[in-house]
């Protein structure tokens, strides 16, 4: 049983100008053999992309990507066919399996926050699929929200491994208990307030990863937004 605290400044910056982004788990040129995955989490980068810019088509496959947009907005277009814009509040999922191309790009006059998380699916082969979903604020306050899920959660987008991404924002002073099991590892990465995770205080852009806990206890010193992904082992 563990509780890893990492404090915002220890994460993995590069600014490449037209992109400000945050990757806390090993990704493109940026590698440490100790930080490569959380169970089957793989990738939680936290992303600003100027106007004007973004990412030109690139492929994926075998992999369950799912992106949060905080603010502004992304304009997409795949290889299956999908295209249109992903704005603040809504969640897009993107099961990669054997192979698709995409393109992300931010087309508005805002800069554009998002979260991008990468899941390993539980089987490969599987055929490359697609969901966008809207989510109002008040979904998420006080409660453990998911929105997105192998587990088949009510409400949120799913894809294809026995985990969920749950959003939160707890008003000061409130508390939230969760049990879990010796075999599931948990990541929280809080994007503003102050949190206490089983006793342990997260500051904003902290992250939490647990390994082995029983029960999950969070209480918000500060108004708390973060995000808290339940994953298997891998």
């Not at 502004?72 to 897009?92: F, L, P, T, W, Y």
């Not at 990468?118 to 998420?140: C, H, M, N, V």
């Amino acid at each position: 049983m563990s509780t890893n605290i990492i404090p915002a400044s220890q994460r993995h910056f590069t600014d490449m100008g037209w992109l400000q982004t945050y990757w806390l788990f090993s990704f493109s040129n940026y590698y440490d053999p100790a930080n490569i995955r959380h169970g089957k989490l793989r990738v939680f980068n936290d992303d600003v992309v100027q106007p004007g810019t973004g990412f030109p088509t690139h492929p994926h496959e075998e992999m369950e990507i799912v992106t949060i947009v905080l603010k502004g907005e992304i304009s997409h277009q795949d290889s299956m066919g999908n295209g249109g814009v992903i704005r603040a509040g809504e969640v897009q999922r993107m099961s990669a399996g054997t192979g698709l191309t995409h393109s992300e790009y931010n087309e508005a006059d805002q800069d554009l926050h998002f979260y991008q998380i990468w899941i390993l699916p539980d089987r490969s082969g599987l055929t490359p699929s697609y969901e966008q979903k809207k989510f109002a604020e008040a979904e998420f306050r006080n409660v453990l929200f998911p929105l997105a899920s192998g587990q088949g959660k009510d409400g949120a987008v799913s894809f294809h491994t026995d985990a969920t991404i749950y959003r939160s924002q707890l008003a000061a002073g409130s508390q939230l208990m969760q049990d879990t099991s010796k075999d599931r590892k948990l990541f929280i990465y809080l994007t503003d307030g102050t949190l206490q995770v089983n006793g342990h205080t997260l500051s904003a852009r902290d992250q939490a990863r647990l390994d082995g806990v029983e029960k999950l206890s969070l209480i918000a010193d500060q108004d708390a937004d973060f995000i808290l992904i339940d994953v298997p082992e891998g």
